[in-house]
């Protein structure tokens, strides 16, 4: 166990960008559902909760942005009483151009990177309540450290989320996300959180599930939609997100997997 866990710290750790890679999805599925799902189970960095129901598993990927910026991320899932996960993300980008004066040519290259560790559980509720049927309650908390040229950065948040199970197709979910601090050598940051509110179905007669947010960040209203179905070996998920005056986006993605 110890070897595995040493393993994916220096799998990560070669490739160690600011406060907004808190927000840069890097699974194929969170991504092609833009982030919606508070109220199912895809992942547990839209809802914690959602542990509960995800089966245990070791994951790893490698991930290409735009401008040449990649990643890793590597999780580590599972499950005694309750179910737990250990992750390692990164991401980075080593040429950066740097420019003091309008001069065409740089004076040189700096890099960014970004190296965050997650640890997220769910709760036990029926050691604290004696009736939690359909309920459940999960937590996660991430480390990063992030560094730009000479500027070094440091801190912590934490995401809490609770799920309802109503009936047989239908789970309603809450979410908190993102509280915690950033450290400089220049000071202190807030980091950006938001609370956000769920609802998901279940289409069983066409094999798909919906997903429909509601996310409120800053005094800022954002929804996410999203379509995702539930065959054997291929699956095609679809979602978007919205905000007025601000932004909206469209991911789409097949997915192929095999259930036991």
Do not use: C
Request: glycine fraction near 6%; aromatic fraction near 16%.
């Amino acid at each position: 166990m110890m070897r595995i866990i040493i393993y994916l710290i220096v799998f990560n750790f070669s490739w160690a960008i600011g406060l907004e890679a808190l927000v840069i999805p890097q699974k194929a599925t969170v991504i092609s559902t833009s982030g919606a799902g508070i109220g199912g189970y895809i992942d547990a960095s839209i809802n914690p909760a959602s542990l509960k129901y995800i089966r245990p598993h070791l994951g790893m990927s490698d991930n290409l942005w735009y401008a040449d910026i990649s990643g890793i991320k590597s999780s580590w899932s599972f499950a005694k009483r309750v179910h737990r996960v250990f992750s390692i993300e990164s991401i980075g980008l080593d040429d950066i151009e740097l420019h003091i004066t309008n001069e065409v040519e740089p004076l040189g290259y700096v890099e960014a990177k970004w190296i965050a560790f997650d640890f997220s559980s769910d709760v036990d509720l029926n050691r604290i309540f004696k009736d939690t049927k359909d309920f459940s309650m999960g937590y996660n908390i991430k480390l990063n450290y992030s560094k730009l040229h000479t500027e070094r950065y440091w801190g912590y948040s934490i995401d809490v989320g609770l799920q309802k199970k109503i009936n047989d197709k239908l789970n309603f979910g809450f979410v908190s996300k993102n509280f915690g601090r950033e450290y400089s050598l220049s000071g202190i940051d807030r980091i950006e959180n938001y609370v956000g509110l769920g609802i998901a179905y279940n289409a069983n007669m066409i094999r798909n599930n919906i997903y429909f947010d509601w996310i409120y960040s800053s005094n800022r209203n954002i929804f996410k939609l999203a379509l995702k179905t539930d065959f054997k070996y291929v699956n095609l998920a679809v979602g978007t997100s919205y905000s007025k005056n601000s932004y909206k986006d469209f991911y789409k993605i097949f997915s192929r997997q095999e259930k036991p």
